[in-house]
């Protein structure tokens, strides 16, 4: 059974759900980004294609205060998240949440988690750098999933959550539910015995270890623990601080050894997290194929193509 909603309502709809929740949607400002939604910003709603900017910032925030000491005494943070719905998640994005909950276990994140109800939107319009119909997503993960079709929406429920939420609109008189169209190819992803390949070395001397494809990539989530501390050493607070394998300071350990030295290890590390290493571990890629990495790359690398173009690998 799905609910139908007008697409002339939507609006309405997401007032009324700010009404009792913080609601968070993607928005079209300097960029593209998921941001908490006001009777302001909701004039900039942005649907069109996926946001540039992914959502983790909701769930991992950059410079988060894990815990603080006074006088000695430990204080952890407890997370203060309002009870909250994201909307307009895309299946890319709802499945990087599921790979972020395979790592992330600490009590702010699953806090977080729990607190977030998260409804689905189909996306109508894969760009150029979209391959996310070859990386086996899940069709999980979501209280409610949006499909547009013509003037309406067609609401699919995925939780008790969810169904609360559209429990005053109509019951569709048919089902929508759309497969993502065709997106950029990724045929063969055993990439195990080409680590050593040659090809890696042209992507590697054009990247430039700026960091943007980790920053940018919804999946990626390795950060530093760091404290402030006062001059008297009794107070201050500990605090995680986003990090990026692709900077050389990542591997770097007492006495100024770097282990990931050179730009082609840093690069393969990526693309070998991504589509190898994580698999191997959890039996789901740590890529989920939103090609932001591709997008926001200044140097235009498309380590997509390089995989494609590994000799021997099936295509
Ligand atoms: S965005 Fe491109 S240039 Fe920057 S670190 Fe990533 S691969 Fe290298
Ligand atoms: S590696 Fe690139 S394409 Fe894959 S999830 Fe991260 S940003 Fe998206």
Not at 117 to 135: A, Q, R, T, W
Not at 147 to 160: H, V
Not at 268 to 282: A, E, G, M, S, T
Request: glycine share 4%; proline share 3%; with cysteine.
């Amino acid at each position: 059974m799905q609910k139908i909603l007008p697409k002339s309502k939507l609006n309405d709809f997401l007032k009324k759900l700010m009404q009792k929740h913080q609601v968070i949607a993607p928005v079209k400002e300097e960029n593209t980004k998921f941001k908490i939604l006001n009777n302001q910003n909701l004039k900039k709603l942005y649907l069109k294609k996926i946001t540039q900017v992914p959502v983790k910032k909701f769930f991992i925030p950059d410079n988060e205060i894990l815990l603080e000491y006074k006088n000695d005494k430990l204080i952890e943070k407890k997370d203060s998240t309002l009870p909250r719905i994201i909307f307009g998640l895309r299946k890319c994005d709802i499945n990087a949440l599921l790979v972020l909950d395979k790592i992330m276990q600490d009590p702010l994140y699953i806090s977080k988690r729990k607190n977030t109800i998260i409804i689905g939107l189909y996306c109508e319009n894969p760009d150029e750098y979209c391959f996310c119909k070859s990386m086996e997503l899940s069709e999980k993960g979501y209280d409610l999933f949006f499909y547009p079709d013509r003037k309406n929406y067609y609401i699919s429920i995925g939780s008790k959550k969810g169904e609360k939420l559209v429990s005053n609109l109509a019951v569709a008189k048919k089902q929508v539910i759309k497969q993502i169209k065709n997106t950029k190819k990724l045929p063969d992803k055993n990439i195990e015995n080409h680590y050593r390949d040659k090809i890696w070395e042209s992507d590697a001397e054009k990247c430039l270890s700026c960091s943007a494809c980790t920053v940018y990539c919804p999946t990626c989530n390795c950060f530093d623990i760091k404290d402030n501390l006062d001059v008297n050493l009794k107070n201050g607070e500990r605090f995680r601080k986003e990090t990026s394998c692709q900077l050389k300071s990542f591997t770097r350990v007492a006495g100024g050894k770097s282990y990931r030295d050179s730009r082609l290890s840093r690069f393969k590390h990526f693309v070998y997290h991504k589509i190898d290493y994580f698999k191997k571990q959890h039996e789901v890629y740590m890529c989920v194929g939103c090609g932001r990495c591709l997008r926001v790359c200044p140097t235009n690398i498309d380590w997509i193509n390089t995989i494609n173009l590994l000799k021997g690998i099936k295509k």
